[in-house]
């Protein structure tokens, strides 16, 4: 759960949003023996694998994020030494696509290993719509019609395009309400389109080696494609070729390399294989120094600092590359080997910081309007401001309404089997139901089932996206 990287050319924006637009189970054969891998045994599976350290990468993710807003506009991307790498925070958009690939796919990639049930397509599609519709909704209705702390279009047309998820299709659209909510729209699209995939993956029953392989190819097939999806529209004109990068097809390479993750923990769970390179205890901390070298390449490859700048065709594809290859790094210890050892996997795993990847989501969603009231309240001019000011009014702001927003709405919608909370269920109800000198049939509230199990109490949404 990243996370509007632009691709340069919305310059025409105007300097009023430029500090808004940056980038914001199994069969148990027996075991294999060898040199690359370790006997197991897998008790009681389940496809509900926790992985405890999932709310520490959404938490870092989402503060990459906030820094890369606190530190353009207070102007410390652009005086200090090391703007280049402060320019590459957005880079916390990746680890989010990644992470929604992992967690999104295990479940359907352990059923064509082991199996079993497929999940089914309308309590996935209904617990990722409860995930994200609540959250985004309210933040966007407090932002805009109450903090007026964004620019939107009106009219009722334009509310239902802001709160469809539908503004990253229409240019003029692009970069106004809630800017950093770019990635909620690519989000939703892979929620819809991931399924499906799993249906043509999996619509046949195979062995372990010969599904291993059909997965490969089809994430193998799906990079491809999303490389050349970005490197044929970047170089198309036309209004509506401004915003097609950020189409799920221009990032569907980072959601494969969370779901080659899944397919590789389906597979081991499944079979009881684990390569001793990735159960080594030095994994963690070898993974994370890749994740650096990414990092810090990068940063030096010349791309701008500032956020509305065209970028030349090569030098966005090596990012996006970058981008993936560092997500992907930065994700696999939670993965692969033993998730209760390591200071790396105890440090995302730590309650603080587990707790503000619980509400990571909100974080996300709330930190630009709190920057933009900075701004109003203080009267502080972009690019002059201290650093640490600006980040502590935001990051402060938007936890307490992350949190705020998680625990009085989030987290009752996604516990209730209701899609609204039962207090607000019964008052409709109420209000619905047909009185006594009333003979007209009156409307019923629709209901779906779904997992109450989707909305652990804080912080543990480990392991869920």
Known sequence: MGHFRHNGR???????????????????????????????TVANPTKKSRFPCFDGLRAFAALTVLAVHTTFVSGFTGRSGVGNYAARLEIGVSVFFVISGF?????????????SDRPAVTSFWVRRLK?????????????????????VHHGFGALLIYLGFAQIYLPHYAVTGITQAWSLCTEMSFYFALPLWAMLVGRRRRDPGSQMRVELAGLGALVAVSVMYRAIVMQAHGVVALTMPNWLPGYADLFALGMLLAVVSAWSQATGRRPRILWHPALPWVSWSVASLMFVAVSNIGLPLTPITNSPLG??????????????????????????????????????????????????????????????????????????????FAGGLATLSATVSYLLLER????SRRLLPVAVHRRIAGLLRPQAAVTAPVAVTGEVAV???????????????
């Open 103 to 115: 967690l999104l796919y295990r479940q359907f990639a352990v059923s064509h290993f082991d199996h």
């Open 315 to 392: 030098l966005s594809l090596a990012r996006q590359t970058l981008y993936g290859l560092f997500a992907f790094f930065v994700v696999a210890p939670a993965v692969v080997g033993p998730q209760e050892s390591g200071a790396i996997r105890r440090l995302l795993a730590f309650r603080p910081v587990a707790l503000i990847g619980a509400v990571s989501y909100g974080i996300y969603l709330w930190h630009e309007a709190w920057i933009t009231l900075f701004l109003r309240w203080t009267g502080d001019r972009l690019f002059t401001i201290p650093l640490w000011e600006i980040t502590a």
């Open 451 to 465: 997992d109450t199990q989707s909305a652990p109490a804080l912080p543990s949404m480990a392991g869920q996206s």
């Open 131 to 151: 995930r994200i519709i609540p959250a985004y909704w309210l933040a966007f209705v407090v932002v805009t019609y109450v903090f007026h702390a964004d620019f």
């Open 10 to 40: 919305f310059a025409a924006a105007g300097a009023r949003g430029v500090h808004r637009l940056v980038t914001s189970p199994f069969a148990q054969p027996s075991a294999p023996t060898g040199p690359w891998s370790l006997p197991i």
């Open 412 to 415: 009752p919608i996604l516990r």
